[in-house]
Each structure stands twice: as C-alpha cells, then as structure tokens.
C-alpha cells in the first residue's frame, strides 16, 4: 500500500506542477515562394541556446529568462537574418529567407543539429535519418545500423536480426516505434524485428540505462524509431529498388504522401523476395556428421516480407495528431539439416529450388494501431501516445516424437498470439531558475496465447504501470545538470499447463504432466538517474550515473519443457526477483573542423542478473538449464576517430570492447552468453566531384577487425577472430524538382569464411554469408 500511495503521489506531481518563467520563441522559415526550408539554423547569439527547423520549417527555442535576445537564422544556399526580440512573454515569428545564389562547395546540415541534442543530454545519444538507412542496407534493420559502435545484430540467416546493445539484447533492451514500446516475441532467439526500415523517417539510439523515461526493459538501452516526416506538397513520395546477389533478394518499397492544409496523409509499402544464402564453404561438419551443400547454399533459408503502413495527420498551430495503422508480415525458413542443435533426416527435396520454403519454418504478422497527439499549452507541451499491437507468430516443423511425446497430429510446434495495449502521457515544462521538467505516466498490458505441440512458455498476462519526473538545469551556457526519479509496478499472471501426453511418474502410474503452475507475482521499483553536461569550445563531456530495474519475463519464471531451436531443456524459476542494474555511462568528445574524437566508457554492476545456467543433469537425453541469478560486472567503451584532412577525403576509425564477468552462482569468473568481442572498423571515403560521381558521389573503403572470442559459457564454442573488407560507392542525380540516387555495396568482398560469436547459426558451426553485391536505385519525387 506503501508503494502505491508513493507511486500516486509521483503521478500527481507529474500533472500538477505549472509556474512560466521561461519562454518560447517559435516560427516558421520559409524561401520567398512561401515553402519551408528544413534544417535551418537558429541560434541566440552568444549562447548555447540553438536548434534547426523540421521538415515543415518549424523551430522552437525555449529563453529561460525575459530581456533583449539576437535571434540569428542561418540556412547554406540562403542569406542570413539576424533579428532582436524583446522577450517578456511567448513570441511566434515567422521569417522569409533570400536565395544565395552563390554555388557552395558542399552542403552539411546534420551534424551541428545532431550535436547540439547530444549537448543537452547526460546520455549517450546517437541520431541517423531515413539516407543513413538506404546508404548502409545490409538485409535487416538491425544489420543497416551495425556499424555504430556499440551496435549488434545478433543474425537469423541473411534476412534477420535482432538487436544487441553493448551485449544486452531480448528483454534487456528495448525498440519504440513513434514512442510506443515495441512488443514481439522479444524473448526466443530465432526471429527478427517486425519493423519496416524503409518507412522509418530517423533514429535515435541511446546507449547505456534508459528505464527512468521508457521503463524496465530499456535497463540496456533505447533504439527509438520514428515515422515524424510531415509531407509539404500535394503529393510527394519516393520508390526503391534494391536486390542482394548473395541470396538473391529482390525487393521494392515505395511512398506516397501529401498534405492540403492541415490535414497530411502517408502511405508506404515494402516487399522482398529471398533465397538460400551462401556460405564460403561447401560442406558443415557437425559432431560426427558431414552435411555437404549444394552450390554452397544454406538449405531452407529462403524467405520473403510483406509490409504496409498507412499514416493520417492534422498540424496546427498548437496542436497535431496522427495515426498509424501498419502490417508487417514476414515468413522463412530454419535450416532444412538441422533444427536447433538436431541433425534432421528428412524426405523433402530441398535442392529442388533455392527459393522454396519447406518445413521448418516460422511465420510472424506484427499489426499496430498508433496515435500520437501534441498539444501546447503556454510553456507547457503534453504529448500522449496510444497503442495496439498484435503479434501472431507461428513455427512449423515436420512433426516427430521426442521422449514420451507421441509424434503430433500437425506440423504447428508453436503459435503465439500476443495482444499489447499501451498508453503513455507526459509533459514537458520550462521553470523559474532555468529548469525543464519532463514527466509522465506509462501503462501496458498484455495478453499472450499459446499452441502448438512444442511447449516453451504457457499463457499470460502482465500490466505494468510507471511514473517518472525529469528536471534539467542550465547552471550557465556551458554547463546542465540533470535527475531524476521514477516508479513501476509490474504484475505477471501466468496460467497453469499440462502436456496433453502422459508421462510415467516413480509409483508406476501415468500422468499428464504440469509443466507450468498457475503463478500470480508482482515487483515494485524506485530507479534513479543524475547527470551532468560541460560544453567549452571544441570539448563536450558529460556523465550519467543511474540505477536500472526489469521485471522478470514469464518464460524466465515458468518455463518447463524443450527449446526444439536449440535442442536443450530449459527450466524456469518462479522464486525469481526483478533483476536490478548500477551503471556509470561518460561521455568526452573534441570536435574542430577537421578532427573528431570520441571516447565512451562504462560500467555496470548487476547484484541479481538473471541467466539460464547449464547443468550437469540430463532429461529425455537433453541437457538442463536452470534459470538463475547471480552479481555480475561489466565494463567496456566505445572510441570514435574522424579526420577530414581535405574537402574530399574522410578517414574514419571505430573500436568497442566489453568485458563481463560473473562474480556469484555456479559460473563464478565465467563470462555471460554470447558476449561479443572487440572490434574496429576502420574506413576511407573518397568524394571525386567529377562528372561520373557529381557533387555528392562518393567512394568507401572499409576493413573490419573482429577479436577471437576465447571467454565463453560452455557449451558455447570458441570463435576465431576474423577481418573482412567491404566497399561501396554511390551518388545522386537532379532531376527536375526530382532526385534520383544510386548506391553499389560490397560485402565480405573476399569471400571469407568466418564466424560470428552472437550469430543464431554460429552454435552449430555454419559460417556468416559469403561474398555479396547488393544494389539500390531510390527515386524520389
């Protein structure tokens, strides 16, 4: 009761609190033909105090104190405007920008806005947009972002992922789609994110702890995906094409928009057709067994995706809203030789085609339903966001008796159906005294289903309600502080399930096992954030200390029965706490004209990190895991290297390292599972600006060193360390209005073989995909 009046106190705060003593300067900027110029500049002169207009032109600058400001508008290919403004309460204005007709060298609009978010945040904070996508597509979403230090795609095949963020993956990281908590199957190792990257507008990644605002899961980190791009025209859109030689993929998406007035619409759609991968050998030796490949293909891995998205929006002055209706479908095959750790005998002919996707296999449709709503009130800005989502997954697989299970009447192994209901409110407010708050409420439900012969985790429902408040403080120009506090409660229903076979029991009778009790169980949590930002000159540093929760998962406390993926048992525990994290996260970076350096180091205690722990015992054959939980310690960094020595050349070096180690339990002074190992990536990029590449093409060079990964959990296999050399090149055409751009990547351009340490394959020894070519035509107009 304690903690409730507590976390009712918390909310009421969030919504009670209302005082203006600071301002907003807001506007838009516009060309002389009355259209909005994005990314403009807009700064007060002689402070740190700046921003750059949206896609519609629009700005907003909060002024923490009244008096007499320079407001400097700066946009390349424009002359500039420097303005004075009395500022005693809210000002909106509006400014026209002149056409410089003078030709510029060359255009760079994104970095100083990216850098001035990352100035005002404690955190570490990473933003790319919709070309840094198209620029780096490599299969998966997950895969197109890899090369941001930090980043993993822990790979299904060649056409999936799922995303790792400094080792921490599944339930202990989280993605959000227009701020709303995505909700798959985030817990099974064999699928990957049922998202459509091509309809993502811009990305915003935080590394380190990010549960004081998002809630439990993010205790690793924060990939936010959004789809913000307002249409400024009648109509607009664009087309891409793109195909992979690799597996032969094919694919095609395209978007349309328009806007009249206040009303804007979005319409985007994506498909993709894939065959068997290929892997630079031509035999897997598995055990004793010898498992030959025809042309080198990875039987069954064939798979094709179907998405559609439709987005509806009003914008005014003071308030905008929008919904999004989106259908992601995808659907592929498991290697035809082996299902998880299993060598399979089967009568399907799988060389028959390359692009057939027999038995097994897995389907997934992901439905959602998002409203996101602004409104400005004053000083004061509240934004809710509102969801459904529903995730229907199914495997299949040719239906064989494992123990005492008799062989099945269907091929459905398992169905998962899984409905999200998700409600978040909060609200931003400038104080007296150059504070902002930042508060807000976040409730959750879920309903998750089962069926299917292959048990893994039985029904449930959860409900998770959390209260934050978030204060920021402008001590001076160069220097913020930050804290704050939030409150969660999580309560987990699981049901009862018994096998629908009878097992033998020590008496001589038979019964229907019960694989998973009835369960009710609730956690309470109070986490905390505080942090500090210094910005002089070319330095930027900054600091965040916090303390992280999440609430264990229904498959960690009740599951009971074979991981057929992964051929092991797995046993839950239903005495589990919520699991808790402690972690430093620094920031230094210098940046001049030429030269940009980065170093991000961390660490972070676990006192009751949550694993499954391999055990000496056996069942039915198989080796049992037993969730527990034990202190863990981890601690790493990120280093980023950029040198422009001229206007054409861009030399670029990026290394991670993370070290774990387990400090209690069974595995003490063993590592975590799937712990990835160091690595760097160094590149070049060349801009010719030629006739054959014009203004903006460019050419990329890029050597990737992977260390061998010698601290494992067993029965994990050691991994070699690996380089491989990657290319691309491309540029872009005006024509008209329009523009076209082509982009050409090679990858693993020696076709080595080598394997990753977090790769779904890598546990029975299939190697990363060979060499391939991969292609993209974009149009948009």
Known sequence: ?????????????????????????????????????????????????????????????????????????????????????SVSNNIRRDFILRKNNIELEEVIVSGNNKRSLQMKSAQNLIQ??????????????????????????????????????????????????NGIKHEGQQWSEDHGLEIDQFSVDDIEILKGPGSLLYGGDAIGGVISLRNNYIPSAKIEGNINLYGRSNNESLGFSGQIAGRKNRFYYKVNATYVDYGD???????????????????????????????????????????????????????????????????????????????????????VNHFKVINNSHLQLGTLHLEGNFAYQNNLRKELSEPVSHGYMPIPPDALERKFNKNTYTSNISFKLP???????????????????RDGWGFIIPDFRTTGIGAFLYDRYFLSENLIVSAGIRADQTSIHIDSYHDRYQTPVENG??????????????????TWSAGINYNKDSWMLKANVGKSFRAPTPKELSSDGVNYHIFRYEKGDRNLNAEESYQIDIGINWKNDVLDIQLEPYLNYFPNYIYLNPTSGYYEGLQMYYYTQAKVLRYGFEATLGYKPTHQVTLGAQGEYLYAEQLSGDKKGYTLPFSPPWS??????????????????????????????????????????????????????????????????????????????????????????GRNISIMIGYNF
Not at 301 to 307: F, H, I, L, Q, V
Not at 509 to 526: I, P, Q, T, V
């Open 1 to 85: 009761m304690k903690f409730t009046y507590t976390l009712l106190t918390l909310v009421l705060c969030c919504f009670t609190l209302s005082a203006q003593s600071s301002f907003k300067i807001s506007g838009f900027v516009m060309n002389e033909d009355k259209m909005p110029i994005e990314a403009v500049s807009v700064s007060v002169t002689g402070s740190n105090n700046a921003t750059r207009t949206d896609r519609n032109g629009f700005f907003e600058l909060t002024q923490a104190a009244s008096g007499t400001i320079t407001l400097h508008i700066d946009a390349l290919g424009y002359f500039p405007q420097s303005t004075q403004l």
């Open 431 to 449: 104080l007296k005294g150059k504070h902002s708050l930042h508060g807000g409420i976040n409730v959750e439900h879920q309903h998750n289903s």
């Open 680 to 769: 760097c990536n160094f590149t070049i990029a060349y801009h010719p600006k030629n006739k054959i590449f014009g203004a903006d093409g460019d050419i990329q060079l890029e050597y990737k060193i992977v260390g061998a990964q010698d601290r494992i959990v067993p029965p994990e296999n050691k991994t070699k360390g690996y380089q491989t050399i990657n290319m691309s090149l491309g540029r872009s055409w005006q024509i008209n209005q329009n523009k076209m751009k082509i982009r050409l990547q090679g990858q693993n351009l020696l076709n080595k073989r080598y394997y990753d340490h977090t790769s779904y394959y890598r546990l029975i020894d299939v190697p990363e995909p």
């Open 277 to 363: 991968y290929k892997v630079p050998t031509d035999s897997i030796q598995y055990y004793s067994y010898y498992i030959k490949l025809k042309d080198r293909r990875l039987r069954n891995t064939a798979g094709k995706d179907r998405n559609a998205g439709i987005t509806l929006g009003y914008i005014d002055k003071d308030f905008r809203s929008n919904f999004l209706i989106s259908d992601v479908y995808s659907k592929s095959g498991f290697f035809a030789d082996a299902h998880g750790l299993e060598v399979r005998m089967s009568d399907i002919d799988y060389d028959k085609s390359s692009r057939d996707i027999d038995l097994p296999y897995h389907s």
């Open 128 to 177: 790319v947009d919709k070309s840094y996508i198209e620029d780096n597509f490599s299969g998966s979403l997950m895969q197109s972002l890899e090369k941001i230090p930090g980043i993993r795609a822990m790979t299904i095949g060649s056409g999936q992922s799922k995303p790792a963020i400094r080792g921490l993956g599944f339930n202990r990281m989280m993605v959000t789609e």
């Open 509 to 526: 009778d038979w019964e229907y096992k019960e694989r998973a009790a009835n369960l009710k169980r609730s956690f309470n949590s109070f």
